[in-house]
């Protein structure tokens, strides 16, 4: 582990406490007050475990933010939302949340927010093999060109109606705004939708895909971001919680490592949508199996490299391991993890030498934490 764990404790504290936002709020009186008011604060976890630090550690990366901290995110987006209905003269819009907010897995007190602008009842495109194809209009306009005029109108609104705000437009997919009266960061993504197969025959929103330009690419990408939400609730459903504290404590180790873990909060819950999830459940009676699993499923992939290749992301539009890149950083989160496992374990023993990876994992799925 690169840092020392009161290290590692102390920059989880502040995270999920939004210290790394101050400059954020700092403008925003009301965001300001609450803030000041929870930073010293100590939340339920800093309060178990006592003695035991590693293990303090690993029950607070596993944690949910402040369900006060998340709520304000919502209503930066709301806010945002709004006022982008009301100026956007072009287009009717209709307003969604994608990324790790609306999932329960962000692990930041101020968390940026991701805001899908949907050109709704006027654009999109479909499937044309779909079972409802013939109720569809085709459309003279391309999806490139639509999506760059909405883009093209959303910049300036977005300048006019929070002038003390700053308006970055350089990201490719999002506009990012920030700062003055808003408590959050807030990407802009403009998108329309996209009617498949699936969707015309259900008719259910996760089914439902969304087209969003790459402004620098000069081309338009394909997602499915409802259908990752519904499906990562779900299994985390099944494993009673187990799941959605699994990806948090990898996006928090992650965060905390000192390395360059090049695995993106998407791709790390589709690593843990494919664990053992009779294994995470058992984190309703000990919840440090959570850590035994992690450690374990991290570990299989790595030494199973044909197993991780053939792992599709949830909504399965393409592997997960789909550059070098993220097979490095496997490595690099797995070793982590044991290093982690390892020093848990160890606060338990009574006698012996340090655990084994093995030896970790059986102490972790045998030990209660008050």
């Known amino acids: 582990m690169a840092t020392n764990i009161q290290e590692r404790i102390s920059a989880l504290k502040g995270r999920r406490k939004g210290a790394d936002g101050l400059a954020v709020v700092a403008a925003d009186n009301v965001a300001l007050e609450s803030y000041r008011r929870k930073l010293y604060l100590p939340e339920i976890w800093e309060g178990r475990a006592g003695g035991k630090p590693f293990t303090q550690y690993a029950l607070g990366a596993m944690q949910e933010v402040d369900p006060d901290y998340t709520r304000i995110s919502l209503e930066t987006a709301d806010r945002v939302a709004n006022q982008l209905g009301k100026r956007v003269g072009g287009f009717n819009l209709d307003f969604k949340l994608q990324g790790s907010v609306p999932l329960n897995v962000h692990i930041k007190g101020v968390s940026d927010v991701d805001l899908l602008t949907t050109i709704d009842g006027q654009f999109l495109t479909y499937d044309k093999s ?36 700053s308006v970055d437009t350089s990201g490719s997919k999002a506009i990012k705004i920030f700062g003055g009266s808003l408590a959050r960061s807030v990407d802009v993504v403009p998108s329309h939708w996209y009617d498949g197969a699936d969707y015309q025959r259900t008719g259910q929103l996760h089914d439902r895909g969304v087209i969003i330009l790459d402004r620098k690419a000069n081309q338009t990408v394909t997602n499915f971001p409802f259908k990752h939400i519904k499906l990562v609730s779900d299994q985390d459903a099944i494993a009673v919680g187990g799941l959605k504290k699994a990806i948090r404590l990898c996006k928090n180790v992650k965060a905390d490592s000192g390395r360059d873990i090049a695995l993106p909060s998407f791709d790390i819950a589709a690593i843990m949508f494919h664990a053992d999830l009779a294994a995470l459940r058992m984190g309703v009676f000990h919840e440090l199996a959570i850590l035994a699993e992690t450690q374990r499923y991290l570990d299989y992939l790595y030494y199973h490299p044909n197993e991780a290749q053939r792992l599709y992301v949830p909504d399965g539009t393409r592997r997960i391991f789909d550059t070098e890149a993220k097979v490095s950083a496997l490595l690099a989160l797995s070793s982590e993890m044991d290093e982690l496992s390892k020093a848990v374990a160890a606060e338990f023993r009574l006698l012996g030498p340090i655990p084994t990876s093995d030896s970790a994992r059986q102490i972790l799925k045998e030990v209660r934490v008050p």
């Open 130 to 165: 779909g079972i409802r194809s013939n109720t569809y209009w085709p459309s003279a306009d391309n999806s490139l060109q639509q999506l760059i005029n909405l883009r093209n109108e959303e910049e300036p609104a977005l300048k006019k109606a929070f002038p003390a705000a």
